[in-house]
């Protein structure tokens, strides 16, 4: 009979841990607490919202009184924290917002965790949520484990470097029970079309360019979201106090191979014929300081504590697909508006 507060579950990955917590552990109570950015989505949890033990609250984590006072309203014992401004390009047009979020809005919850819980920390857990680009970027060889050294390089990484820091700080000073996650990039239902994969698919429904950035030569590692939030769900309840955890599905894709996969993909779903989707691929400016290639070693977290993913890539790939293609109103709903002043600044 946990209570567990959740910060950004109504963005992307939130949403998938949010619906997995309530859905798993009827007897504990979660709070989702979100800022509802132009990330943050309550459609996302329309088939959760009316259950017995979940509670949304629209805040920001920067609000220290707000953040004090639903600490001592709920007594939470356990914190997963996820919101965050997430994507690299806007970090680059955008620095000191992410600088405010990811890291002092760590601190302000981290430190109402700490003053709440007062030294009693039996039973307790911060789990701070972070990627795998804090170590910065990898050449053609070699791999991310948890002793890699932190190097960022954009200001999105920077920051939640910054805020990995300062979680680690709260561990080694105060005694504050920790875990730390870094994943490599999610793909599934739910992320916003600013990010590769559902912009790709939005832009070849609607015919449009695909905007590939420099030569397309650049390689992530892409994980299925479900996966990622069922890897929180095992790291919250059996990782080890003071841990780290690396988190990846050992699935490396140079970005213009993923797009090519993609394209057949939906050729297929779409009933075009084959090639079609392919000649909307379009080489743009490269992004500044990209870096070249991610991967993780999630053999820790695999060996130690049992979680392994369970996806293919090519099958997450036509689902995920196959999602946006029957979400029509939620694409539509976030392509509105903003959105397009958004992407003729980016990608004009
Ligand atoms: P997202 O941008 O889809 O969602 C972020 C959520 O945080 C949104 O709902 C937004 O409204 C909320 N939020 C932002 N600022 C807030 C504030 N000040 N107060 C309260 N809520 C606020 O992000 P995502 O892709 O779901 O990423 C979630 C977390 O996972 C982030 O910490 C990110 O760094 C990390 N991560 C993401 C990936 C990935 O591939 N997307 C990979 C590894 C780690
Ligand atoms: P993205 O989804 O932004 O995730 P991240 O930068 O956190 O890895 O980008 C994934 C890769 O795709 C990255 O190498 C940048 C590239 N990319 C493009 O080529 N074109 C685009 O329009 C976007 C958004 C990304």
């Known amino acids: 009979m946990k209570k567990i507060l959740i910060t950004g579950g109504a963005g992307f990955i939130g949403s998938h841990v949010v619906r997995l917590f309530v859905n798993k552990y009827p007897d504990d109570t979660i709070v989702n607490l979100d800022k509802l950015t132009y990330a943050g989505n309550l459609q996302n949890l329309t088939d959760i919202e009316n259950k017995p033990n979940y509670t949304f609250v629209k805040g920001d984590i920067l609000d220290k009184d707000l953040i004090k006072s639903l600490f001592e309203k709920y007594n939470f014992d356990g914190v997963i924290h996820l919101a965050a401004e997430s994507h690299v390009d806007r970090s680059i047009t955008n620095p000191l917002e992410f600088a405010e979020t990811n890291i002092l809005g760590t601190m302000v919850l981290i430190n109402a965790a700490k003053n709440h819980w007062k030294n009693n920390f039996a039973q307790k857990l911060f789990y701070h949520i972070s990627t795998d680009e804090v170590y910065g970027s990898l050449g053609e060889e070699g791999i991310f484990t948890e002793t890699t050294p932190y190097s960022p390089h954009s200001p999105y990484s920077a920051s939640k470097a910054g805020s990995d820091h300062f979680v680690r700080a709260y561990h080694d000073t105060y005694g504050l029970p920790i875990v730390i996650s870094n994943c490599s990039n999610n793909y599934g239902a739910n992320q916003f079309p600013e990010k590769l994969i559902p912009l790709s698919i939005n832009n070849i429904k609607n015919q449009k360019n695909i905007p590939i950035y420099g030569k397309g030569e650049n390689i992530r590692d892409w994980l299925f979201v479900e996966d990622h939030a069922e890897a929180i769900d095992t790291i919250f309840h059996k990782g080890k106090n003071g841990e780290t955890y690396n988190i990846g599905g050992n699935n490396e894709w140079k970005n213009i191979d993923l797009i090519r996969l993609l394209c057949q993909i939906m050729d297929k779903k779409l009933g075009r014929e ?75």
């Not at 080489?283 to 293919?312: C, M, N, T």
């Not at 995920?320 to 397009?340: D, F």
């Open 274 to 348: 084959k090639g079609t989707s392919e000649k909307l691929i379009t080489f743009v400016k490269d992004r500044a300081g990209h870096d070249l290639r991610y991967a993780i070693d999630s053999s820790k977290l695999q060996k130690e504590l049992g979680w392994k993913p369970s996806l293919q890539f090519e099958e997450g790939l036509e689902k995920t697909v196959e999602w946006y293609l029957a979400s029509e109103a939620w694409l539509e709903n976030v392509v509105s508006g903003e959105y397009q002043k958004y992407y003729q600044k980016q990608y004009s």
